[in-house]
């Protein structure tokens, strides 16, 4: 059983950024696939970034590439989400989410566990 916590969400004017985290419990986070993923008013959830239990893979949502950076620290149990440049549409509740794998990573029914979501929202 995993249990996640998200962070870091808030107000920020586009362009700005934003860091947002995810901690867990349980013994096991080192184990499991990370995912952020984000959902708009109106919208269902999209995926939008994925790292593997170790870090050393890496995926992204194309409108994410190049200004969205997820990374993890096992030993404190955490998985961040660096955003950067954020626009107007980055606006939405991000998710995180923790699976067993990463073989569809960009779906949801990949994962597991979720969290309870961080607000963000970016002004024009």
């Known amino acids: 059983q995993v249990q996640l916590v998200e962070s870091g969400g808030g107000l920020v004017q586009a362009g700005g950024s934003l860091r947002l985290s995810c901690a867990a419990s349980?013994?096991?986070?080192?184990?499991?696939?990370m995912g952020w993923f984000r959902q708009a008013p109106g919208q269902e959830r999209e995926f939008v970034a994925a790292?593997?239990?170790?870090?050393?893979?890496?995926y992204y949502a194309d409108s994410v590439t190049g200004r969205f950076t997820i990374s993890r620290v096992n030993a404190k149990n955490t998985v961040y989400l660096q955003m950067n440049s954020l626009k107007p549409e980055d606006t939405a509740v991000y998710y995180c989410a923790a699976g067993p794998h990463l073989r569809s990573y960009s779906t949801t029914e990949e994962y597991d566990y979720w969290g309870q979501g961080t607000q963000v929202t970016v002004s024009s």
């Open positions: 790292i593997s239990w170790s870090g050393g893979r890496r």
């Open positions: 349980g013994r096991t986070f080192s184990s499991y696939a």
